[in-house]
């Protein structure tokens, strides 16, 4: 019987957590806190069908209305001033946010052309998870008959978990296809070694 994400990640993978790690209760487990899907518009900053492109699919594919993000501060280089509107971007928590988790893993990466699996490096210091997609048509709401614009985005999942090597462990046991590589830790210690 097929097991949902938030399903399985209670009945599951805390239990293999807390066998693998030294969490004193379930609360201490790490966990995802929210997904954020976030679209920068560059060049097409100013191109108004673009940007209704943007919101659009990342409604149909979010469930919610994506907020629009602001330049925080002036660049001369990219013709950019303070307050400009770059970009939208939308956070999910709770059952939305296992809902696309789940969706990402078993029907958006198949759906990617060459996938070859995620790269450990995307992982950051404090265990979030970033994750580029060049296409917005991987997604299956998003009906290639109906966008004008195909644009990339940006997925990145903040997780409790504050150090990489429990966040790496979750992920793998949410089901995320991580490629076969040395890891940076590896790399090092077999440059070390001295070769007589």
Do not use: W
Not at 43 to 55: L, Y
Not at 74 to 81: E, P, Q, R, W
Not at 134 to 147: G, K, M, Q, S, Y
């Amino acid at each position: 019987m097929y097991m949902r994400l938030q399903e399985k990640y209670k009945k599951k993978i805390v239990p293999k957590m807390m066998a693998e790690y030294p969490y004193k209760n379930i609360f201490a487990v790490p966990r995802l806190v929210k997904a954020v899907i976030n679209v920068g518009f560059g060049r097409n900053v100013k191109d108004k069908v673009f940007i209704d492109n943007v919101i659009s699919s990342l409604t149909r594919l979010a469930g919610q209305k994506p907020i629009l993000t602001k330049a925080k501060k002036s660049i001369s280089a990219f013709k950019i001033k303070q307050g400009m509107i770059i970009g939208a971007m939308v956070s999910l928590r709770g059952k939305r946010m296992y809902d696309f988790v789940e969706k990402l893993i078993h029907i958006t990466f198949p759906r990617v052309k060459d996938f070859r699996g995620l790269s450990e490096n995307q992982l950051d210091k404090q265990g979030n998870l970033s994750i580029g997609i060049r296409e917005n048509l991987a997604f299956p709401e998003i009906n290639a008959d109906e966008v004008d614009k195909i644009h990339s985005l940006e997925v990145c999942l903040n997780t409790t978990a504050n150090d990489r090597e429990p966040a790496l462990a979750l992920f793998k046991l949410m089901g995320f296809p991580f490629k076969h590589e040395e890891s940076e830790y590896g790399r090092k210690e077999r440059n070390n070694i001295k070769h007589d």
